[in-house]
């Protein structure tokens, strides 16, 4: 089922909402005086008005979410726990089609990554942890004492407590999912700040939270903006016992300086500058279709893509024809034209994108293809879509070649050596991800041990496990989530020492 915007304001929010997306605190849907714009970034037009939430909304959520963990949610079981959070799941598969419509609505991104990727992944997150938590082993440890009695120690695991959970733009319930879920499946209670860009969807799950009878206070939603606004206010509340993030990394910087306030946890999931490899012995076709996802999809907005693309030289110029040609045949267009890429999230990112393509002819680059904002003749006008893009030519420290740009663009430098496409490709200030591609795979195991990243395909890319740990080094995070790690970072252990 598609729907318009209209159809979607119409019947996917409840009727209660009317035109506005509200905040969700203990247990109510709330309104504000201060109300924004959620814009479609296909044509510009309005998808929702948004209340944004003050200090003292967020303050009550806070509160909410703290007395919450006394209350009915405090002394559940797990087994209880666990049969909620898969309720919470069959409910999004239920409300599937509001899902999708809410998320394209938000992102203009195509049907076909919505209904594929985002939605399924946002419900398959609440069973995984739900599933994980109930397998999680246990520790103890006996030990001999002087008085020949002994002692066994051993370690509950207990909820950190009040966790707050700011997410991005670009994949909006996935990742927002990806933490609420384990952070709720350890016992803990949430106050979601989701983006100002992408309201939709974690105002949609407040009232799946509703409907399948989560405890009042359990998932609070406040939005807004962030400094100044409800992101700042929550993540420097005193109340809030950590704060799992994210988004860009200055963001995180700044989010890290109001968590040391009080000491909090932080697990950051952050920007990346992530290099694609490919050796001249690699499979040709599946390293360019791979190349193409890897550094288009989600009109480049994934932070896993590939923004660095290091090619062997005896094959470097057959491969940049052969990425030249297929982003030129990306097709490009709303959600409900079966295109294979949207626009970019909003007018003020695209203006940050073109700067950079702006930048990057200042620097030296060689324009292989894109550059441009396309022209429709209608509609898509208004909206923020760009063309694929491909450079070569810059030198390695231009800083299209060492700053995120976050937008549907690579740029792609010949190597010689496999010493110096390692080098190369850790010469970044980023560690995210890295994809290599090589049909020799000793080579591979040798290069991926040798990256400097949270995460190294060998011959694919985006492929997930999500028992793995997921995060960043050096300004690409702090902390591994993901499977056990996860529900790691969402408890604090505590060791029980009992003598005999
Ligand atoms: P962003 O940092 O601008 O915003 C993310 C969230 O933080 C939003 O909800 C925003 O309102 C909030 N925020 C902003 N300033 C804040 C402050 N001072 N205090 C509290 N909250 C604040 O990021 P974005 O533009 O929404 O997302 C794109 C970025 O996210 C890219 O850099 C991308 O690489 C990164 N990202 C990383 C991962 C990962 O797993 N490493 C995944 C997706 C996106």
Same mark, same amino acid.
């Given at each position: 089922m598609m729907l318009s915007k209209k159809q979607y304001l119409e019947t996917v929010l409840t009727a209660d909402q009317d035109t506005i997306l509200k905040n969700y605190v203990a247990g109510e849907f709330i309104t504000s005086d201060n109300l924004f714009d959620d814009i479609n970034p296909v044509d510009g037009t309005l998808v929702a008005k948004v209340a944004e939430a003050d200090h003292d909304l967020v303050n009550k959520a806070v509160q909410s979410a703290k007395s919450a963990l006394k209350g009915e949610w405090g002394s559940i079981d797990v087994k209880k726990r666990c049969a909620l959070l898969h309720a919470v799941a069959d409910e999004i598969d239920r409300r599937f089609d509001d899902f999708v419509a809410a998320e394209v609505a938000d992102t203009g991104k195509a049907y076909s990554q919505v209904k594929n990727i985002d939605i399924p992944r946002g419900a398959a997150n609440f069973r995984i942890f739900a599933d994980l938590i109930k397998t999680r082993p246990t520790q103890t440890f006996e030990m001999e004492t002087p008085d020949g009695k002994g002692a066994t120690s051993y370690v509950v695991n207990k909820p950190i407590g009040v966790v707050a959970v700011v997410s991005p733009w670009n994949l909006p319930l996935l990742l927002m999912t990806w933490k609420v879920a384990p952070a709720l499946a350890s016992g803990n209670t949430v106050v979601v700040k989701p983006s100002e860009e992408t309201p939709s969807t974690a105002t949609l799950l407040a009232e799946v939270m509703e409907t399948v009878g989560i405890p009042i206070g359990v998932y609070n939603l406040v939005h807004g903006f962030g400094p100044g606004s409800a992101g700042e206010f929550l993540v420097g509340h005193k109340d809030v016992d950590c704060v799992t993030f994210t988004g860009e990394t200055k963001t995180g910087t700044a989010i890290m300086k109001s968590a040391a306030e009080g000491l909090k946890p932080i697990s950051f999931e952050l920007g990346g500058k992530n290099a694609a490899i490919i050796f001249e012995d690699a499979d040709f076709d599946a390293a360019v279709s791979g190349t193409v996802r890897s550094v288009f999809a989600n009109c480049g907005q994934v932070c896993l893509c590939s923004e660095r693309v290091y090619v062997q030289r005896p094959i470097f110029d057959k491969f940049v024809d052969a990425l030249k040609e297929k982003a030129e045949n990306i097709k490009i267009g709303?959600?409900?034209? #079966?295109?294979?890429m949207g626009p970019l999230i909003s007018a003020k990112h695209r203006v940050k994108v073109l700067s950079y393509f702006s930048l990057a002819l200042e620097e030296g680059a060689t324009l292989v293809t894109g550059g441009k904002i396309p022209s429709f #003749? $209608?509609?898509? $006008?208004?909206?923020s879509f760009i063309e694929p893009t491909i450079w070569t030519g810059l030198a390695e420290d231009a800083r299209c070649v060492k700053e995120e740009i976050f937008g549907p663009v690579c740029h792609i430098t010949p190597f010689d050596t496999e010493e110096d496409v390692v080098e190369l490709a850790n010469d970044t200030n980023y560690g995210l991800a890295a994809a290599l591609w090589t049909t020799d795979a000793n080579k591979a195991d040798r290069v991926a041990r040798q990256m400097e990243v949270g995460i190294c395909w060998i011959n694919d890319w985006f492929l997930r496990d999500l028992r793995t740990p997921f995060g960043g080094v050096k300004l690409s995070g702090i902390g591994r989530e993901g499977g056990m790690h996860s529900l790691d970072f969402y408890s604090e252990p505590l060791t029980i020492c009992n003598k005999r």
């Open positions: 709303k959600p409900e034209d #079966g295109s294979d #003749g $209608d509609e898509r $006008d208004n909206g």
